[in-house]
């Protein structure tokens, strides 16, 4: 989408560590030269993991989490442990390393479980591979038939209790573990309503016990930079349980900005020195961002009715034509990608994903 944008004033195309990381670490080389650049930022986990091996061989100074933080945060079960340490609700969850027989207590959990990796990218040897999708099961035929091909991949997995409920973050800047500026958004919609990325997010208060428990886990981190406390609220509890943590900037970045808290841009003002005012943390509360690709997927994913043996609430098909076109007259909502003074960047997702 960058390469489209108006704001882009010089582009190029380079080299994806999932295919080829001297490929990747050339390019940056190059183009860093090229364009006299003072470090490297890179945004995605593959791209993050890669200039963090490889960061005595980049001509800029890549601007990435520690190895020890990477090791933490990247990791599922370390940060599962360390939310554990500090009260915060966790699943109930197994961590089978390749090689292991399947552990026995795995199939006395309650179905429908989930199945996920234990890090969403892994570095080989000359590429990073990104690792299979979350899954749901169902029945113990299909645990064990997954967990066997999952883990003959090479991969560590986690096998975890479903919590039935919507996504909530705590996200912003922090600096040895201490936060800088914080904004809190509920998930409002999906594009995938059995689970995916944010389609339409909503900022809200931050709850003052969550908070607490939040930043006392991100201080044990010592982080300093963007990151997201990924939660699920359980319909039935109403309690959090934490998911994961997100340490670079997450898919509903853009949330932020429209609720008056530019994180992008106090990132920077962090980087250069630059004192941030009091003022400048502060975001509107019931701001709703759109990304209305991923709103549309989920429209036409409901419109299809519940999927079989699903375990959770599923919105009807009526709820869910009057809440899509509802979003187009409400006030509060904001269309986050298309923008009338910037609208390739829109397009260009557009043709990314449906074309």
Request: some cysteine; hydrophobic content about 40%; overall charge positive.
């Amino acid at each position: 989408m960058s390469l489209h944008s108006a704001y882009c004033k010089e582009k190029f195309v380079y080299t994806s560590p999932k295919k080829s990381l001297p490929g990747f670490i050339g390019d940056m080389n190059r183009y860093a030269e090229k364009f006299g650049a003072d470090c490297i930022f890179p945004t995605s986990e593959a791209a993050i993991m890669a200039c963090s091996r490889f960061r005595k061989e980049l001509k800029s100074a890549p601007i990435v989490p520690t190895d020890s933080e990477i090791d933490l945060l990247f990791s599922k079960a370390k940060t599962m442990r360390l939310a554990e340490s500090v009260g915060i609700a966790v699943p109930k969850t197994i961590r089978v390393s390749p090689g292991a027989s399947l552990p026995e207590e795995m199939f006395k959990l309650s179905f429908p479980l989930v199945i996920k990796s234990e890090t969403s990218e892994l570095l080989a040897q000359n590429r990073a591979i990104t690792s299979n999708k979350t899954t749901y099961i169902y029945t113990r035929e299909r645990l064990e038939a997954e967990c066997t091909a999952r883990l003959a991949t090479g991969n560590t997995i986690l096998v975890q209790e479903f919590i039935d409920g919507y996504g909530l973050g705590i996200s912003g800047l922090f600096v040895k573990g201490h936060p800088v500026a914080l904004l809190a958004h509920r998930r409002i919609r999906e594009s995938d309503p059995c689970g995916g990325p944010s389609a339409v997010a909503e900022t809200v208060e931050i709850d003052p016990q969550l908070l607490e428990a939040t930043t006392a886990m991100m201080r044990q981190t010592g982080f300093t930079g963007p990151a997201m406390v990924e939660y699920k609220v359980d319909h039935r509890t109403r309690q959090p349980v934490f998911m994961e943590i997100n340490c670079r900037f997450w898919g509903t970045i853009l949330l932020a900005p429209a609720a008056g808290l530019d994180l992008p841009y106090l990132y920077w003002k962090l980087l250069s020195g630059e004192e941030i005012a009091p003022e400048e943390t502060h975001y509107r509360i019931g701001i709703r961002g759109r990304y209305l690709v991923g709103d549309t997927k989920c429209l036409l994913l409901r419109l299809r009715g519940k999927p079989k043996d699903w375990p959770g609430e599923f919105p009807g098909r009526w709820s869910a034509v009057t809440e899509y076109v509802g979003s187009f007259f409400d006030r509060r909502t904001r269309n986050l990608l298309f923008t009338p003074r910037d609208p390739m960047p829109f397009f260009a997702r557009l043709v990314q994903d449906f074309a």
